[in-house]
């Protein structure tokens, strides 16, 4: 369960969230739609705890994030927006390292590791060197990497960028699986499909403030339009942005 | 909890490190670089001793000073040969060492005991010829002072009364110390060895690890960042460690092979002394990848942090240098320095004293205090958003 409140943050004198307020409930998958540049990535940042927010309050299971950012980011599991490996190291070295880090030893980690090769359809390119990957392939092993101490609150940053239908299908299943266990999924995308294909709750955010929140159908009855992208265009456009602004 | 996340990441980055055959290549040519100089510096400076001894010598007008010349190829290890025709242009196309020219005046200016003029071409460019010089003008010296003893008895006075001074050089350094001051390069080396061999991983674990992207994922794991700048830093300093006592290794190695001896250099590398020098420049591994780590935290990329790292070898390997130069060596104030520090109490060691237990203690003290410090600084850099994610 994830909450922010009244969101700020600043960078020189553009304000990149401005008083952005939501909620992700557990054993459900929430959006955060948003044209590029609406301040998606910079709240997802925020709620990690690696950017501090200029106001505003945020928690994770009721854990206070600047209060203790240690204790917030062991239940969390982050895919940035960058995949970011080293290259010399194998998936099983990458997803072994951060299961280090979390703490994890012996048996249970390597359950957990082949577990989420498992999933993730790795198996085949687990014991090679991640140099010569593809974006998918590279995308996978950055995703089983933040999921290895099976956390409860997933955050993940246009987790299906430029992924082919192979990846983007294995991603989506596991994003189902998560909601299943009854995790907290929250994720980024300014692609319509993806969000209508996973989501249960839209966060629609424009120029750093939240323009619209609901149901995919819940959405079209506020903006009155046939399509989710209609919608999505008539609440984070330039001019609904601007016109939006109350709804939210 | 049986591994903490220091060894943790420690681990990583040397299994990461060791697979980069950039770290391996940097290790291997600093630690075989050093030794190799080391040997080529030794067998050269012997080929000079020797050469010096032996000088073939062209004379210009010969004829006109029989007596000398004559003197002159009585000396052990002087052949005379003719000069060439044009002395100066000789010398400075290299194609002689040295040319003795006579002139024509000698023969009358001696036989009238006036002094005869004789002149000896040499190029102090070339520092090679400058041993084989310097013997030529002893030779002419002794040949001064025999001729004129003689002229002196002729006229019935003391040869001691031309001679106000009895000048006696007393050399105060045994040969140990002077062997030292030429084995200071040994240091030079053991100190390049230890800034170059954790280089490759003090860099690419933190300029690399932004210019990649890596960065941010790694500091979403539940780790202080003091922990996680910790392991990198152990990493570098377990490589820098171990490039030094490789490369001290082989050149103790190398060294036992050198006729030191036809140098007058008694000094052996023996397993106490390198004991008491790994020991020595212990700190300074503790030290440069700190500095290493610290700096490479303001770079962008892996290549900016490698010339940060570069300008840092130069800070580091320039006091040696110097101090070799201007003969500043052992001052007390020097063991209060890092770098300085190490280069004096080895220098110590090198020339056969024991050092001080205390400065041992105090200059490692020092290195843990100034490493920490300066893991401090890069531990709160790392948590600077413009750190994370500026690129």
Redesign the interface.
């Known amino acids: 369960m994830i909450c922010a409140e009244n969101l700020q943050k600043r960078f020189g004198n553009v304000a990149a969230v401005d008083g952005a307020s939501f909620t992700a409930a557990d054993g459900a998958v929430t959006g955060l739609l948003g044209p590029n540049g609406a301040g998606k990535t910079t709240s997802l ?1 925020m709620i ?5 927010p200029d106001g505003g309050a945020i928690t994770v299971d009721g854990q206070d994030i600047t209060a203790d950012p ?2 917030v ?2 239940r ?1 599991g ?1 895919l ?1 927006d ?8 194998t998936p099983r ?1 990458h997803i072994r ?2 299961g ?4 994890l ?1 012996g048996a249970e980690l390597e359950n957990s590791i082949e577990k989420w090769i498992d999933l993730l359809d790795l198996k085949g390119v687990a014991g090679r ?1 991640v140099a010569g990957f593809s974006h998918g392939e590279r995308t996978k092993v ?1 995703l089983a ?2 999921l290895v101490h099976n956390p409860q609150n997933i955050l993940l940053d246009e987790p299906t960028n430029g992924l082919d239908v192979m990846s983007t299908r294995a991603v989506r299943e596991v994003i189902r699986r998560l909601k299943a266990e009854g995790r907290c999924v929250l994720f980024s995308s300014h692609v319509m499909q993806e969000v209508s294909a996973l989501c249960d709750r839209i966060v629609v955010m424009a120029a750093g403030r939240i323009v619209a929140k609901g149901t995919a159908d819940e959405l079209l009855a506020i903006t009155g339009m046939g399509s989710l992208e209609d919608a999505f265009v008539s609440l984070a456009g330039p001019q609904g942005a601007a016109a939006n602004g109350e709804i939210a | ?3 903490s ?1 220091i060894a ?2 420690a681990r ?1 980055e040397l ?2 490190g060791f ?2 055959r950039r770290s391996i290549y940097t290790i291997l040519f600093s630690a075989l670089f050093g030794p190799l100089l080391i040997s080529f510096m030794f067998s050269q400076l012997a080929t000079q001793n020797k050469a010096a001894q032996e000088i073939r010598l062209p004379v210009l007008g010969s004829e006109y000073a029989p007596v000398l010349v004559n003197w002159l190829a009585q000396q052990s290890g002087v052949e005379i040969a003719p000069g060439p025709a044009d002395p100066e242009a000789a010398v400075r196309d290299g194609k002689a060492d040295m040319v003795l020219v006579i002139k024509k005046e000698f023969g009358e200016d001696f036989g009238e005991s006036k002094p005869a003029p004789v002149q000896v071409f040499s190029d102090s460019t070339h520092h090679s010829v400058e041993p084989k010089v310097r013997r030529l003008t002893l030779l002419l010296t002794r040949f001064n002072a025999e001729m004129g003893g003689m002229r002196l008895i002729v006229r019935g006075v003391s040869p001691q009364v031309a001679s106000p001074l009895k000048v006696e050089e007393v050399d105060v350094a045994n040969s140990q110390q002077r062997a030292a001051t030429l084995l200071n390069v040994v240091l030079m080396f053991l100190t390049m060895a230890v800034l170059t061999a954790g280089m490759q991983i003090s860099t690419d674990s933190t300029a690399g690890e932004r210019e ?13 960042r003091w922990q996680l700048i910790a392991g990198k830093w152990a990493a570098a300093a377990l490589a820098a460690f171990g490039g030094m006592v490789l490369t001290l290794l082989i050149i103790a190695q190398v060294m036992s092979r050198l006729p030191l001896e036809e140098l007058g250099v008694r000094s052996h590398l023996g397993l106490d002394k390198i004991c008491l020098l790994i020991l020595t420049v212990a700190p300074l591994a503790l030290m440069a990848p700190a500095a290493q780590v610290y700096l490479s935290c303001f770079a962008k990329s892996y290549k900016e942090a490698q010339s940060y790292a570069a300008i840092l070898i130069a800070m580091v390997v320039i006091p040696g240098v110097v101090s070799e130069l201007y003969s500043l060596s052992n001052q007390p104030w020097m063991q209060t320095i890092p770098v300085l520090a190490q280069y004096s109490i080895g220098t110590d060691i090198l020339g056969g004293k024991t050092p001080s237990p205390v400065g041992l203690v105090l200059a490692a003290i020092e290195g843990v205090v100034v490493a920490a410090v300066l893991l401090w600084l890069a531990a709160r850099l790392f948590s600077r ?1 413009k750190i ?2 500026g690129r």
């Open positions: 940042r990690y705890g690696l950017m501090k240690q204790a980011q062991a969390i982050v940035p960058q995949s970011g490996l080293y290259g010399r190291l070295e390292y951060f280090n880090l979390h703490g030893r060197r950055a990497r933040a | 909890m049986n591994l996340p943790v990441v990583k299994m990461d697979r980069d990649r992207g890596s960065l941010e994922p790694l500091l979403l794991n539940p780790v202080p958003e994370i994610f």
